[in-house]
């Protein structure tokens, strides 16, 4: 199964929500697929809200086990 987690910074308690722009995104983008690259998970705890973080990382732990050759790319 494959999912794809959205960053995405909103409305919380009193903030006004912003958008980001394509380039904000893509920098995230890349960010998360450079930890799952390097197999820096821990990265992605400041990449990603911790409950999808947490999922994120069983799954790409799983994906990674049994192709060990996986690694994320990058947005252009």
Sequence with gaps: MHRMFVVRRGK?????????????TKAISNRVAQAIS???????DDLMAPEPAEE???????????????????VE
């Design 12 to 24: 919380r308690a009193g903030q006004e929500e912003t958008k980001m722009s394509a380039e904000e």
């Design 56 to 74: 994120f990382k069983r799954d790409v732990t799983e994906i990674r086990r049994a192709f060990p050759d996986y690694a994320g790319t990058d």
């Design 38 to 44: 390097e197999g820096s998970f821990d990265a992605l």
